[in-house]
């Protein structure tokens, strides 16, 4: 697909937003597998159920363009779950590697969130405002999972890691 207009550039991000969900997908299991509190454990779990909800919208969204889904890398997305796993492999199970886990999957949130937000901007740019309010509601999701991240790093999580150090 030649990207010479901003509806293109649109199904371009959506392709890449695909790849990176559904890599997403394969990555959430070992991340809850890898956490040792339950509700970092509970909160990855829950953001897997999420996340198939996502590509079904994105989906959802591409019937609203010319475009199917697939045909994208995301490189960007693979580096940052390898270096989730690289974390998983280098500390051992507990308290410790439970706030490198929070640290890895909120910058994959920041990621998803910046690509999320491109996507709506340029779909009300060209009018598309079905999938404007599909990937919004996305974006919201996305926003939420971070904040909870944040609340249990804060005031849970990195206080047991500080106390098992
Ligand atoms: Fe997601």
Request: proline share 2%; aromatic share 4%.
């Amino acid at each position: 697909m030649k990207i010479d207009s901003l509806e293109r550039l649109l199904v371009h991000e959506l392709k890449d937003l695909y790849s990176a969900e559904n890599q997403i997908l394969g990555a959430l299991p070992k991340m809850a597998e890898a956490a040792t509190h339950p509700e970092l454990k509970a909160a990855f779990k829950e953001h897997l159920e999420e996340t198939r909800g996502q590509v079904k919208r994105l989906e959802k969204a591409f019937e609203h363009t010319e475009f199917g889904p697939h045909g994208e890398h995301c490189p960007a997305c693979a580096g940052l779950i390898q270096e989730g796993e690289e974390i998983i492999a280098e500390i051992e199970a507990g308290e410790v590697r439970d706030a490198a886990l929070i640290a890895a999957a909120q910058r994959v949130e920041h990621y998803e969130m910046a690509g999320y937000g491109t996507a709506v901007a340029f779909a009300r740019k060209v009018g598309n405002h079905e999938v404007a309010d599909i990937l919004t509601a996305t974006l919201e999701e996305e926003g939420e999972t971070d904040r909870k991240l944040t609340r249990l790093a804060e005031k849970v999580i990195n206080f047991r890691a500080l106390a098992a150090s």
